[in-house]
């Protein structure tokens, strides 16, 4: 049951009698629409009106418009204006560039500027090397997309991606000092965004490929991987996966489980499911039953293309076919990256005895997680309301930390499953529980555990 919250927040303005009973009233309006209140400031006072800064959470943006009408229709209040707090964050970028040097003069511009720096450019052409060195190569990642998948949304295109691909650039900097640059490319021809990024690479210590929608996804990184001296890594594949191992590992610790032992659903076989499963097989679980919309994938199954011939060739050892339904009898795990609401707790007990449930589609899970909370042991989700929240933020930005610092060319499974053990065991015995597998977004142990672990598996 989703509750309101601070996506769809607003703050209301607003013009009300001086009474006792305003406030009152108006607070009273909100909660009768179902609106929860955040702040209530009084900016204006005057002998016949106060005008005041109503702000509160709604569920949506439907919802918000409702509140502020029920507000309109109270006797002597007058709407002024209402803002939507999600776009005021947004208003001109989340980012900017600033300069770590001082500009005060002539002397700084002649040694930050011409005619200084043009002696560090003749460095750098005789030794290319320096560039990580003497430029920001050293700490800069771009942040590509085309704007094909962007969130759940779809293909929205370049510009509309933008303010996602800030909000990432942000991630970067705050968790682990990573200075991120979005790159919105005007193009999903496969051939034109491979040359586009080998084109502006020279400036780069890495490449977080994003939103770029599957199959393309594949192909694009594994080529750019193969042509590039830095490494590229596809934060909807690799930083899902790492977060699933992770939470995987420390919830096969609550229930007493081998991952050896374990029959594995994964549900969804595209951009982060083909990920999670060949992060899972260096693991070697027991099986991997994996599942799309077409129901499971098996070695007969007609129309695979070659991403899903290379998982039905790995999985599925008993080579079986069926529905998403067959395959949850007795597994000990479900890790749904696919669609809303796909089946109930009918179909959970029909799981292994301490089921575990990973249901990440956003924003609505495979599963509403009270129901599989019925019967599993231990339940999962993308959301920020339930507990166990499965998000990337707990790995990329100590990822890029690890491999900009290790000055890596590559990144390799071993540095991905490094990456999933520092998270998981940042979540020690003495907090590790079935609402605690993974620690949170804001622990700031999180991103430098990763970085050395990722900068160790990259030395070794
Ligand atoms: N919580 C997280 O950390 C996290 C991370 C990555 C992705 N996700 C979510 O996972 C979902 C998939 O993301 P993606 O980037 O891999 O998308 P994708 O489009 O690349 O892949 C979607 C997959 O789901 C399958 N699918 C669709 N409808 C289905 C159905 N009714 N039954 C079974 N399978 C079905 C498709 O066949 C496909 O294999 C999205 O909802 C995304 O938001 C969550």
């Not at 977060?243 to 951009?271: F, S």
């Not at 129309?303 to 007795?330: E, M, P, Y």
């Not at 610092?405 to 499974?413: L, V």
Request: net charge negative; charged share 20%; glycine share 8%.
């Amino acid at each position: 049951m989703p509750v309101p919250g601070p996506g769809y927040s607003i703050t209301v303005r607003l013009e009300a009698p001086p009474s006792a009973s305003a406030a009152g009233d108006l607070t009273s309006a909100v909660g009768r629409a179902g609106g929860v209140i955040t702040a209530f400031d009084v900016v204006e006072s005057h002998n016949d009106r106060v005008v005041i800064d109503l702000t509160c959470n709604a569920l949506s943006a439907n919802h918000a418009k409702d509140i502020t009408d029920t507000l309109e229709t109270l006797p002597g209040i007058v709407v002024r204006k209402v803002s939507d707090r999600t776009f005021l964050v947004h208003l001109g970028g989340k980012i900017e560039i600033s300069s770590k040097v001082p500009l005060r003069n002539r002397d700084d511009l002649s040694r930050a500027y011409t005619p200084g720096v043009a002696r560090v450019c003749e460095a750098i052409a005789k030794n290319p090397d320096d560039a990580r060195r003497l430029t920001i190569k050293r700490n800069t990642v771009a942040v590509v997309t085309d704007g094909s998948a962007v969130l759940g949304l779809g293909n929205l295109g370049p510009a509309a991606a933008l303010p996602v691909m800030e909000g990432k650039a942000a991630l970067f900097k705050k968790f682990a000092g990573v200075d991120a640059w979005p790159v919105c490319l005007d193009t999903q021809d496969t051939e034109e965004i491979i040359r586009a990024v080998e084109l502006i690479a020279p400036v780069y210590g890495g490449i977080n490929l994003e939103d770029i929608s599957a199959p393309r996804c594949f192909e694009i990184e594994a080529r750019l991987r193969e042509k590039l001296d830095i490494p590229v890594f596809h934060d909807d594949q690799h930083g899902t996966a790492i977060v699933v191992v992770a939470a995987l590992r420390n919830a096969l610790r609550v229930v007493g489980k081998d991952i050896k032992d374990c029959r594995i659903t994964v549900c969804g076989v595209g951009a982060a499911g083909s990920a999670i499963i060949r992060l899972l097989q260096a693991q070697t679980p027991g099986d991997i039953i994996a599942v799309d919309v077409d129901g499971i994938v098996h070695r007969d199954r007609p129309g695979l293309d070659a991403n899903l011939k290379s998982i039905a060739s790995s999985t599925n050892k008993d080579n079986q076919s069926g529905r998403l339904h067959d395959a949850l009898v007795g597994s000990d795990v479900f890790i749904g990256v696919s669609a809303p609401n796909l089946f109930g707790a009918e179909q959970v007990a029909t799981m292994a005895k301490d089921a575990i449930v990973f249901a990440l589609a956003n924003p609505d899970p495979e599963i509403d997680p009270m129901e599989a909370q019925q019967h599993a042991a231990v339940v999962a989700t993308g959301r920020s309301d339930f507990p166990n929240q499965i998000n990337n933020v707990l790995a990329f930005p100590g990822v890029f930390r690890g491999l900009l610092d290790a000055h890596a060319k590559t990144i390799t499974d071993a540095m991905l499953l490094a990456a999933a053990e520092a998270i998981a065991d940042v979540v020690d015995g003495d907090r590790l529980n079935a609402s605690f597998i993974v620690p949170s977004v804001f622990d700031n142990t999180v991103a430098p555990a990763v970085a050395e672990a990722v900068r160790k598996a990259a030395a070794s």
